[in-house]
């Protein structure tokens, strides 16, 4: 059976992306690229400084990150690039040893996530709670903030009004058109102002120069020994951990932003990827950018891979084609771009007062706690890791007071049976082996389990305590009740945990 032209011709639009089959998002994804890129460019430098690198480094590293990422990773839309969270991790290993270690380690970081990616690590992220997830946004806006202060104090007064224009006309200019970006309208108008009227405020060429070629790939200027990969592995792993955390943090937010799911799995793989590529092209490493994220999907309203591509493709010709233009871009309009951007993200409904009320005080305390780690240690990875042990501490010491033990006796005195309801786990077994009547009790002791589920070996081994106690004074336990999995773990572990 032949396929009409015609039909031919529409399987293969279903299955060209998006941005080929509509105009509007070609549009979309083509002008959010590009102010991705202008936003790119100052923050890269930034973090080349933090790393103690040429700036070069840090902008090859955002360019072979993002393109690279736009192919193999999990999470359209995202954009990965050189960070300050793998500055800051790798920063003392290139001060101590060299960029050539630095480069070595940016490799084995990603030979690292790719291993860990294959072996699930993303799924651990369900173990996040919502409480967490809030306060990671809350801090990331927060931290973005920060970030801007440097460039508003010990400027020229001009540098205010600057900052004030612009983020009025990313909040005017929507009402007016949203054909065009209002963060790219803002840097262009604030641009062409400050050099036509020859205003003398911090510009982008300050942060450092830009570069004139593209990178040449290579391998790391270390000698390939067993020593050099006992320097390199901890801040490897370091990075590794730390990217993961921030990549797979910011791929989530986007899947809320976005209402659609992306593979987790893939990101965590494509992460790898992306720095090993960076790695033999002499970059920093990266990972999610949340930042440049936000501006790429919640501001420009980008939704496919064609906008990450051409942040990173954009990113490299702004630098070598239009390098003087774009040092001549006073700083004021990106710090008003990235204001903007830490406005849109913080979460102000959960900090109203009506929200406050009704949410749990331990939820309340995880996000608060969240923050507060995240803001006074400026690594996002780290308030994630605290937030969510807080979370489960709560959570277990509250589920512990679930599990309650009541005592019916016979009527004729000669058995006595305990009903324990609850989970039975590390928390609240341990003080269930003090609920019973161990010398007042009748021979005969029946605990029904029915309505209780044992989840650990603690459980098991309180269980065995309470029938040693009984049996030390010559009565006999019977338990019943255990639902299949409870009746499992029982069987397999009763008598083979306290030494004989």
């Not at 080349?48 to 192919?71: E, H, N, Q, R």
């Not at 942060?207 to 593209?214: N, Q, R, T, V, Y």
């Not at 081994?461 to 338990?479: C, F, N, P």
Request: include cysteine.
């Amino acid at each position: 059976m032949q396929t009409s032209p015609l039909t031919a011709a529409v399987r293969l639009r279903g299955l060209r992306p998006d941005w080929l089959n509509n105009p509007k998002v070609w549009r979309t994804e083509v002008l959010a690229g590009l102010v991705v890129a202008l936003a790119l460019i100052p923050e890269a430098i930034s973090f080349s400084i933090i790393a103690g690198v040429d700036p070069k480094i840090g902008l090859f590293a955002s360019f072979t990150m993002a393109v690279t990422i736009s192919i193999v990773g999990g999470r359209r839309a995202m954009i990965s690039a050189a960070t300050g969270a793998v500055a800051l991790v790798i920063g003392p290993l290139n001060r101590e040893h060299g960029l050539g270690y630095l480069v070595a380690a940016v490799i084995l970081a990603g030979v690292i996530q790719i291993a860990l990616g294959a072996l699930g690590v993303a799924k651990l992220m369900r173990f996040v709670p919502r409480s967490v997830m809030i306060g990671f946004v809350n801090a990331l806006a927060i931290l973005i903030f920060m970030a801007q202060v440097p460039e508003m104090t010990h400027v020229p007064w001009a540098v205010y009004p600057l900052i004030a224009a612009g983020l009025a006309l990313m909040v005017f200019f929507p009402k007016v058109t949203t054909v065009i970006p209002a963060p790219l309208v803002s840097i262009v108008i604030l641009t062409v102002i400050t050099l036509a009227a020859g205003i003398a405020v911090p510009t982008v060429g300050d942060k450092g120069d830009l570069p004139s070629s593209l990178p040449v790939p290579g391998l790391p200027d270390v000698p390939f020994t067993m020593d050099t990969l006992t320097v390199i592995a901890p801040y490897a792993l370091a990075m590794a951990l730390v990217g993961l955390m921030e990549s797979l943090m910011t791929a989530k937010l986007v899947d809320d932003i976005t209402d659609t799911h992306s593979s987790k799995t893939r990101e965590s793989i494509g992460q790898g990827v992306a720095n090993i590529v960076t790695g033999f092209f002499g970059g920093m490493g990266g990972c999610a950018m949340i930042g440049q994220t936000m501006i790429n999907v919640k501001v420009s309203g980008a939704r496919t891979r064609l906008s990450t591509f051409l942040a990173g493709a954009f990113l490299m010709v702004l630098c070598i084609v239009f390098g003087p233009i774009v040092s001549d871009i006073p700083m004021a309009a990106l710090v008003a771009v990235m204001v903007m951007v830490s406005f849109a993200t913080f979460d102000w409904h959960s900090i109203a007062p009506k929200t406050l009320k009704r949410m749990p005080l331990g939820e309340i305390a995880v996000m608060v706690i969240t923050v507060a780690c995240v803001v006074a240690t400026s690594n996002l990875a780290i308030g994630v890791v605290v937030g969510s042990i807080t979370a489960m501490v709560i959570f277990a010491k509250r589920v512990a007071h679930f599990a309650n033990v009541t005592a019916h006796t016979a009527p004729d005195g000669g058995s006595v049976v305990y009903s324990v309801t609850g989970e039975l786990f590390f928390a609240s077994s341990n003080d269930l082996v003090g609920q019973f009547d161990y010398a007042g009790d009748p021979d005969k002791v029946v605990i029904d389990l029915t309505d209780a589920h044992i989840w650990d070996a603690s459980s098991v081994a309180a269980l065995d305590a309470i029938e040693t106690k009984y049996k030390q004074r010559g009565k006999t336990v019977e338990i019943i009740g255990l639902n299949t999995p409870s009746a499992d773990i029982h069987d397999k572990l009763s008598g083979e945990l306290t030494s004989h």
